[in-house]
Nanobody, 127 residues
Framework: QVQLVESGGGLVQTGDSLRLSCVSS????????MGWFRQAPGKERDFVAL????????YYADSVKGRSTVSRDNSKNTVYLQMNSLKPEDTAIYYC????????????????????WGQGTQVIVSS
């Protein structure tokens, strides 16, 4: 069984930066692409970013592209999301997710393709 634990969220101001972290208990962490989703109040969960199993390829939602960087350290079973130039529209609960199939990176916008979800870490960006 895999557990994902996010951290690093908080209350920040517009233009600030945050680095979210996610630690996985999965023994085969390095075999799976990892991603981030977020859910704003009253809205559905939306894709934010994905990094492949090796940490060589990354994918981003248009809303965060250019401001965010997803990375991973397989030796530490950890994936990160560095977010810069934060905006109020970034306010949401951010969830760390693991792809269901090993090495899979396709259909990364589809939440159904991820079988493990963290409990989330809250990010609030004030204006």
């Amino acid at each position: 069984q895999v557990q994902l634990v996010e951290s690093g969220g908080g209350l920040v101001q517009t233009g600030d930066s945050l680095r979210l972290s996610c630690v996985s208990s999965g023994p085969t962490f390095s075999s799976y692409a990892m991603g981030w989703f977020r859910q704003a109040p009253g809205k559905e969960r939306d894709f934010v970013a994905l990094i492949d199993w090796r940490g060589r390829s990354t994918y981003y939602a248009d809303s965060v592209k250019g401001r965010s960087t997803v990375s991973r350290d397989n030796s530490k079973n950890t994936v990160y999301l560095q977010m810069n130039s934060l905006k109020p529209e970034d306010t949401a609960i951010y969830y760390c997710v693991q792809k269901e199939k090993k090495y899979e990176i396709t259909n990364y916008h589809n939440a159904l393709g991820y079988n493990y979800w963290g409990q989330g870490t809250q990010v609030i960006v004030s204006s």
